[in-house]
């Protein structure tokens, strides 16, 4: 290789009888290496590459990524068998009809660690059909490296049903799901505690799957607010219809 496992410092001709692990005696793999002689101790030297060595520590070490799903949530897990600075997880998806990835969510890594590591993400409101995941793995110095592609299918919702917003409290911004099993007419309204109407985010016919919508209550005062979602579907059955409140606090 192009560097030298030996020992490197100008100057130096009695060692140090142990080095903790970490340590950098030098970082310049060109120079001539001295002759040094140990002391009575033992004397550990890390050895390291010229491309990529001390100043550029091993990757992740991700030894596993997988799904399952268990009714509208997706469960990711994933395992790691060693981590050098290591920051965050950042867990994407695409839908096979889009091809477009995005970011839907992050988990903090462990930074430094040699033993496994076991980690979870859950996809409360993924894609309905067929959808992809990837792990954008960032270290602390902002470099990144991308995980294999899983790939898993997402059935159809069974029930109707509103989630609480996250976050909340919120300022300005939080999100709504919500599931419809069959395609519906469907309204999105949000209203004061004085019951006057704040916003209305979807007045229109959707499709069945799980949604996503977005409220920015940037021109509005703290305090608290409902959304309400009605469904009416287009089979002519049973309108569906539910309330919950949220804090907008600034």
Same mark, same amino acid.
């Given at each position: 290789?192009?560097?030298?496992?030996?020992?490197?410092?100008? @100057?130096?001709?009695?060692?140090?009888?142990?080095?903790?692990?970490?340590?950098?005696?030098?970082?310049?793999?060109?120079?001539?290496? $001295?002759?040094? &002689?140990?002391? &009575?101790?033992?004397?550990?030297?890390?050895? !390291?590459?010229?491309? @990529?060595?001390?100043?550029?520590?091993?990757?992740?070490?991700?030894?596993?990524?997988? %799904?399952?799903?268990? @009714? %509208?949530?997706?469960? $990711?897990? +994933?395992? &790691?068998?060693?981590?050098?600075?290591?920051?965050?997880?950042? /867990?994407?998806?695409?839908?096979?009809?889009?091809?477009? +990835?995005?970011?839907?969510?992050?988990?903090?890594?462990? *930074?430094?660690?040699?033993?496994?590591?076991?980690? /979870?993400?859950?996809?409360?409101?993924?894609?309905?059909?067929?959808?992809?995941?990837?792990?954008?793995?960032?270290?602390?110095? *902002?470099?990144?490296?991308?995980?294999?592609?899983?790939?898993?299918?997402?059935?159809?919702?069974?029930?109707?049903?509103?989630?609480?917003?996250?976050?909340?409290?919120?300022?300005?911004?939080?999100?709504?799901?919500?599931?419809?099993?069959?395609?519906?007419?469907?309204?999105?309204?949000?209203?004061?505690?004085?019951?006057?109407?704040?916003?209305?985010?979807?007045?229109?016919?959707?499709?069945?799957?799980?949604? %996503?919508?977005?409220?920015?209550?940037?021109? $509005?005062?703290?305090?608290?607010?409902?959304?309400?979602?009605? !469904?009416?579907?287009?089979?002519?059955?049973?309108?569906?219809?539910?309330?919950?409140?949220?804090?907008?606090?600034?």
């Amino acid at each position: 290789t192009d560097a030298r496992s030996t020992w490197y410092a100008a @100057g130096l001709t009695t060692p140090p009888t142990t080095v903790l692990p970490g340590t950098i005696v030098t970082d310049d793999f060109t120079a001539t290496p $001295l002759t040094v &002689t140990s002391g &009575t101790g033992e004397l550990y030297v890390a050895l !390291a590459n010229k491309a @990529g060595g001390i100043n550029n520590p091993l990757p992740v070490e991700l030894v596993s990524f997988g %799904s399952s799903v268990n @009714g %509208s949530v997706l469960k $990711l897990t +994933w395992t &790691t068998a060693s981590e050098i600075n290591s920051a965050k997880f950042f /867990v994407e998806r695409t839908s096979k009809s889009s091809g477009v +990835w995005s970011k839907i969510g992050e988990v903090n890594a462990a *930074g430094v660690s040699n033993a496994p590591r076991n980690y /979870v993400y859950c996809d409360r409101f993924p894609v309905t059909g067929k959808v992809q995941y990837r792990l954008k793995m960032v270290d602390a110095d *902002g470099t990144s490296k991308y995980s294999s592609v899983i790939e898993t299918e997402i059935g159809l919702p069974k029930n109707f049903s509103l989630i609480q917003n996250y976050p909340n409290p919120f300022n300005p911004s939080t999100t709504f799901n919500y599931a419809i099993p069959v395609d519906s007419k469907v309204a999105l309204t949000v209203y004061n505690l004085l019951g006057n109407e704040s916003g209305r985010l979807v007045n229109e016919f959707q499709k069945a799957g799980y949604h %996503s919508m977005n409220f920015n209550a940037q021109g $509005l005062p703290s305090g608290v607010y409902f959304y309400k979602l009605t !469904a009416t579907p287009v089979d002519g059955t049973k309108q569906y219809s539910m309330t919950k409140k949220m804090i907008l606090a600034k």
